[in-house]
């Protein structure tokens, strides 16, 4: 069909747009969200395509410039690549199809052509990390897209996003460097950087070099925990996503945190392998970081009064589910622990969306005013209502199946423990949510005249939102065909 | 000649002692600037353990002629460094440029006065 896999050129299409875009500024172009949306809507098919192209055809290598992989750089088209890809660029395309009227003005307009740069940047490097099969390389896209995320941070230059990006820039280059130093020791031991050669090397070599193994194992793991905010690494978080514009806190909320989660099953599902992640107490570790993540998450969520920052932490609780399902490593929390990748994706997008829009159109920004807001927006409360109990984890809707095959994981664990925090903390989400939704609907004063607001805010911002919604009830009501996919996924990852 | 005096495991010794000196400055230190030199201390220190990686005793720069037999070093973490170092000299550019900002907002580039005046700011 293609003679260039769809692959390469999501990358390629993507890192060529991110330089058209301040050449264009140059010109006195204006549509940049309509260029944006052109593009990402490319990028969208091209990653369907590449979806359809990997289960007729399975798993795909290319290497650039014909080098053999144990010399170049390879990049791996599988059924995990294709799904997060499929992710990306369909969070992407949503969330500028979102852009546009108030919520684009909260970015200067001489910013704008600089904004898609970076925004596109991020998409490539998000993308280029997920596909590539080379250590190094991996490291390359992981710093440009933090540089990218802080700048997307400051973007609007005040004193909290000044401070907000200046803590995530040094926490997130601690990341890097710890990563860095980890592909040193993989490349001391092994001698490659592919990660399927020194996957096989090291499982070999391991037993030869403990520390070095260990120590490389330590560093990969305090890095990309950093970057994906795994308790009690995620300080940065809240800062980063409460000050960021409402669009740069989607994107980081929705789709920077997964990407690095992926590059986190991708090292330690193929190159350090397994059995060691549990001989040595890391995996101990990671499972008690991740419950504690899930109930200091909840309960730092319950204190905050501004709506951003308790979505913030309610994020870093349901990293903690995802890392809970990786790190319990049974085939039932690894498949959950990936669709919670999904899920949360999308129910915290759908969230961040609608609180955009109370935020920018309604003015109302900490949560003792929300009381009556429900009257005045109902739609969009609605689908907070909707995004809220996803992550509660009601039963017809998404967050409930994810987190119900992390419960199964538990008990093929053995770690009955995580099961009633599990339970504790769905409990603890529903105290911060549910007030909420039930002020805005029945709080505040009753004489307001309604207007009708697919009007007020336009088709361009509904769509999204609604979009999302939707498939929180599709995952919700048929689980079988997305649990189906990723189990096929899980089984190639243990294996 | 440099190996009869130090054991070769030395240089991976001296770069995590090294690493660790950058990585104490960082955390510890409250001025943003010292900050900054501690993450290209470690920076530093990560670039010296990947050349000591590929170096190789008495091994010539890998330019070698056809059917020529020399020993060389291995060229390629030094390669990788050349973008490694790149990486860390853009990281810098920009954490000087958000410190010069920070200046600006805040008056001041030491992180326990702007928490001082970031708390005053919300009572």
């Known amino acids: ?495 | 000649m440099i190996n009869g005096i130090f054991h070769p495991n030395l240089y991976y010794f001296a770069s995590i002692i090294l690493f660790l000196i950058g990585f104490y400055i960082l955390l510890t230190h409250p001025n943003l600037i010292k900050k900054v030199i501690g993450l290209n201390v470690m920076d530093s220190a990560i670039f010296f353990f990947f050349v000591a990686v590929g170096f190789v005793s008495e091994g010539k720069s890998p330019i070698v002629e056809a059917g020529e037999e020399v020993l060389t070093v291995n060229p390629v973490p030094s390669g990788l460094m050349l973008t490694g170092i790149v990486v860390s000299v853009s990281v810098t550019a920009f954490a000087l440029a958000i410190i010069i900002k920070l200046y600006e907002h805040y008056g001041t580039i030491n992180v326990e006065e702007i928490y001082v005046v970031r708390s005053e700011k919300e009572c």
């Open chain 1, 1 to 495: 069909m293609l003679g260039v896999h769809p692959g390469i050129l999501i990358v390629l299409i993507l890192l060529i747009s991110a330089f058209i875009s301040p050449v264009l500024d140059q010109f006195k172009f204006k549509r940049f969200s309509l260029l944006a949306i052109i593009i990402s809507g490319i990028i969208f098919i091209l990653s369907i395509l590449f979806m359809v192209r990997v289960n007729s055809l399975g798993i795909e290598y290319y290497n650039f410039g014909g080098w053999s992989p144990d010399k170049g750089i390879e990049f791996v088209f599988g059924n995990l690549e294709a799904l997060m890809l499929l992710l990306i660029s369909g969070m992407f395309f949503l969330v500028y199809i979102y852009n546009q009227y108030k919520i684009r003005d909260e970015i200067n307009t001489h910013l704008r052509g600089w904004y898609f740069t970076l925004a596109f940047l991020l998409q490539a490097s998000l993308n280029g990390m997920i596909l590539t099969n080379d250590l190094f390389n991996m490291f390359v896209f992981i710093e440009i897209s933090a540089l990218t995320t802080v700048a997307i941070i400051s973007i609007n230059e005040n004193r909290d996003t000044i401070f907000a990006s200046i803590k995530y820039l040094f926490l997130t280059t601690l990341g890097s460097s710890s990563i860095l130093f980890s592909i040193g020791l993989i490349y001391l031991i092994t001698g490659y950087l592919n990660m399927d050669l020194a996957g096989v090397e090291l499982i070999e070599m391991s037993g030869m070099y403990p520390a070095a193994t260990g120590m490389a194992m330590l560093f990969m793991f305090f890095g990309l925990a950093m970057k994906s905010a795994l308790f009690p690494l995620h300080i940065w978080l809240p800062d980063a996503y409460a000050s960021a514009p409402i669009i740069s806190t989607v994107i980081m909320a929705g789709i920077v945190g997964k990407a690095y989660i992926v590059v986190f099953i991708k090292v330690f599902y193929k190159v350090l392998s397994l059995n060691f992640f549990e001989l040595t107490n890391l995996s101990e570790i990671t499972i008690f970081l991740a419950g504690m993540a899930i109930i200091i998450g909840s309960l730092f969520a319950i204190g905050q009064t501004k709506i951003k920052r308790m979505l913030a932490y309610s994020s870093v609780a349901q990293i903690g589910y995802i890392f809970l399902g990786l790190a319990l490593a049974t085939e039932s929390s690894l498949t959950g622990g990936i669709l919670h990748i999904i899920n949360h994706s999308v129910n915290k997008s759908l969230l961040f969306l609608t609180v955009g829009i109370i935020i920018m159109y309604a003015g109302v920004e900490n949560i003792e005013d929300f009381s009556g807001v429900g009257k005045k927006y109902p739609f969009t409360m609605l689908l907070f209502g909707l995004g809220s109990l996803a992550m509660v984890g009601i039963p017809p809707l998404n967050g409930f199946m994810s987190k119900w095959t992390i419960i199964m994981g538990t008990l093929e664990a053995d770690k009955p423990v995580y099961l009633v925090i599990i339970l504790l903390s769905s409990l603890l989400n529903g105290v911060y949510y549910l007030p909420i939704i039930i002020q805005s609907f029945f709080g505040g004063s009753d004489d307001l005249t309604y207007n009708w607001e697919f009007k007020r805010l336009g088709f361009k911002i509904i769509f999204p939102m609604l979009t999302l919604a939707i498939i929180i009830l599709l995952i919700g009501i048929f689980p079988s065909y997305p649990l189906n996919y990723i189990n096929k996924i899980v089984i190639n990852l243990m294996n």
